[in-house]
Nanobody, 122 residues
Framework: QVQLVESGGGLVQAGDSLRLSCTAS????????LAWFRQAPGKERDFVAAVNWSKNTDYTNSVKGRFTISRDYVKNTVYLEMNSLNPVDTALYSCAAKSGDPWRDASGYLSWGLGARVTVSS
């Protein structure tokens, strides 16, 4: 079981940037695909981005060119750098870990953090 703890959420204005971090408590961090999902108020949880062991990445279309996912094997941490934020990005952002594919299906992730809330004001 992988324990995940997110940090870095907050209240920002439209156009601002924010970086989320997710630290994993696991010895075999490199074996996992790490992903960010988000859930806006009253909506379903959606895939945002993922990075696998070889640092291949995938993004949902709405964040391509604005968000960057990365991972640090020394710190056992995955990051989500978010730029040009707008109010539609307001959500609870959760980090998740799994082995293997597929990346975009939330049901395949066995480990989840509690989430970091991001609020973007207009």
């Amino acid at each position: 079981q992988v324990q995940l703890v997110e940090s870095g959420g907050g209240l920002v204005q439209a156009g601002d940037s924010l970086r989320l971090s997710c630290t994993a408590s696991v010895r075999t961090f490199s074996a996992y695909t790490l992903a960010w999902f988000r859930q806006a108020p009253g909506k379903e949880r959606d895939f945002v981005a993922a990075v696998n062991w070889s640092k291949n990445t995938d993004y949902t279309n709405s964040v391509k060119g604005r968000f960057t996912i990365s991972r640090d094997y020394v710190k056992n941490t995955v990051y989500l750098e978010m730029n040009s934020l707008n109010p539609v990005d307001t959500a609870l952002y959760s980090c998740a870990a799994k082995s293997g594919d597929p990346w975009r299906d939330a049901s395949g992730y066995l480990s989840w953090g509690l989430g970091a809330r991001v609020t973007v004001s207009s």
